[in-house]
């Protein structure tokens, strides 16, 4: 089942922050989260495996909630680099297929 | 070195040929997959190989059909181009489970285009 992100679009002004979710009707496994600039490949931010679970890359960080059924991306102080679409990739079980079901992505201008 | 490279980068074609798009990988991953991103950026996966071996098929048409010669190549081979084939198609790689920090290392697409 695919994961729901909100919102779908987000524009800021260099230096605010943006919250984008990520919510699942079951339980998962895991969430991954990744940043596309336009004409360019995925690129992978991180990954949350835990209920609880919080992380933190630079000034973007992410939650996993208890019940392991949404996660939260948290832009702060944004920077023009922070432009793109992000999105939240989940898994259902540790399977070996490592098969990621995507959200629709959530578009993010930074303006100066 | 580029660590996951797709050839051709750009495909423009007539409906009802047939075509290729090549993936290499030279980061010694033992899983590579093929993904599929539409006009909206929805991306899906439509196939995963692990040592070679098929194990993730997604409801993908007969016309498509990947071949893993070794483990640090996928290709796509797609018959009969019908206009819904125009996308972008990404190529992407990861180490076993025991060893998957999480992250797919993506190539950068190949956009192909069906008139």
């Known amino acids: 089942q695919q994961p729901v992100q909100s919102p779908q679009a987000v524009i800021l002004r260099e230096g605010e922050d943006a919250v984008i979710n990520c919510s699942s009707s079951?339980?998962?496994?895991?969430v991954h989260w990744y940043r596309q600039k336009h004409g360019e490949a995925p690129v992978f931010l991180m990954i949350?495996?835990?209920g609880g679970e919080q992380k933190g890359h630079e000034k973007i960080s992410a939650s996993f909630n208890e019940k392991k059924q949404q996660s939260s991306l948290y832009l702060t102080a944004s920077q023009l680099s922070y432009s793109g679409t992000y999105f939240c990739?989940?898994?259902?079980?540790?399977?070996?297929?490592?098969?990621?079901?995507w959200g629709l992505g959530t578009s993010l201008a930074v303006n100066p | 070195d580029t660590a996951v490279s797709q050839t051709p980068k750009y495909l423009v074609t007539q409906m009802g040929n047939d075509k290729s798009i090549k993936c290499e990988q030279n980061?010694?991953?033992?899983?590579m997959y093929w993904y599929k991103q539409d006009s909206k950026k929805f991306l899906k996966i439509m196939f995963s190989?692990?040592?070679?071996?098929?194990?993730i098929n997604e409801t993908v048409p007969n016309r498509f059909s990947p071949k893993s010669p070794d483990k640090a190549h996928l290709n796509l081979h797609i018959n009969s181009l019908e206009l819904g084939d125009s996308a972008v198609y990404f190529c992407?790689?990861?180490?076993?489970?025991?060893?998957?920090?999480?992250?797919?290392?993506f190539g950068e697409g190949s956009r192909l285009t069906v008139l």
């Open positions: 190989y692990n040592n070679k071996e098929l194990i």
């Open positions: 992407a790689s990861s180490p076993d489970r025991g060893r998957w920090t999480g992250e797919l290392f």
């Open positions: 990739g989940t898994e259902k079980d540790a399977g070996n297929n490592r098969k990621l079901i």
């Open positions: 949350l495996l835990k």
């Open positions: 980061l010694g991953h033992d899983t």
């Open positions: 079951k339980a998962l496994y895991s």
